[in-house]
């Protein structure tokens, strides 16, 4: 089966730094992939995706990379704010499927 | 902006209860999904909807049923609650596959 995992459960950065936060899966059929910011006390939001046809994608303040070779991705953001801290869930899919499989997580804690 | 709700944000059951969660989206979209999260394990995906009338189980259905008789309401069923359904239910939908999932604000249940 697919599985989706973080390397770090948390990362504390300063302020001003950028962070760069990790996924693995293991599905090589995997064609689909999103980030999500889990706020505390929200549901999860889109941040930003990629499709298996990209190998880096930038978004305001974001990029996500892709590493098709070793079932990798990262989610860099750059000049942290104390507003980035929360949750941060990567998840894939194959196959036109609906139903994603998700990581469990990395905190980002951001310190003024 | 797309908007799912959640009827409540907390709840607090007895052993044994009926409970009701309640879930709309105001986009149309196709695909619901209802999932709890508990620290340490993620999203685990309980129960999805493709369409009216239509359910397919998750990874974890035991204990829960769903109802879809309108297009933007999704309905999760604990027949019977027990304690160790106590945890954070989070509602989705999406428009398609292989499409970002927008996601409800939570509802916390504690069972006692």
């Known amino acids: 089966g697919e599985s989706v995992g973080l390397h770090l459960p948390t990362l504390s950065v300063q302020e001003g730094d950028n962070s760069i936060i990790n996924c693995a899966y293991s599905?090589?059929?995997?064609?689909?992939f999103i980030w999500y910011k889990q706020e505390s006390g929200k549901g999860p939001q889109f941040i930003i995706d990629i499709r298996s046809n990209m190998d880096k994608r930038q978004g305001q303040r974001v990029t996500v990379l892709l590493n098709k070779t070793v079932k990798h991705l990262s989610l860099q953001i750059a000049a942290t704010q104390p507003g980035d801290s929360a949750v941060y869930f990567c998840?894939?899919?194959?196959?036109?499927?609906?139903?994603?499989?998700f990581g469990r997580g990395t905190s980002l804690i951001v310190h003024p | 902006d797309v908007k799912v709700t959640q009827s409540s944000r907390y709840l607090v059951k007895r052993t044994g209860e009926k409970v009701f969660l309640e879930c709309v989206q105001d986009m149309d979209h196709e695909n619901m999904f209802w999932y709890r999260q508990d620290p340490g394990l993620g999203l685990r995906l309980i129960y999805f909807?493709?369409?009216?009338?239509?359910?397919e189980k998750g990874d974890i259905p035991e204990g829960y049923s769903v109802s879809r008789e309108k297009k933007e309401r999704f309905s999760l069923i604990l027949e019977s609650a027990s304690t160790n359904q106590t945890s954070m239910y989070l509602c989705?939908?999406?428009?398609?596959?292989?499409?970002?999932?927008?996601f409800g604000p939570g509802t916390r249940l504690t069972v006692t």
């Open positions: 909807s493709y369409d009216v009338k239509m359910k």
């Open positions: 599905n090589s059929a995997s064609d689909y």
């Open positions: 989705a939908s999406s428009p398609t596959a292989l499409y970002e999932q927008y």
């Open positions: 998840a894939s899919s194959s196959g036109g499927s609906y139903i994603p499989t």
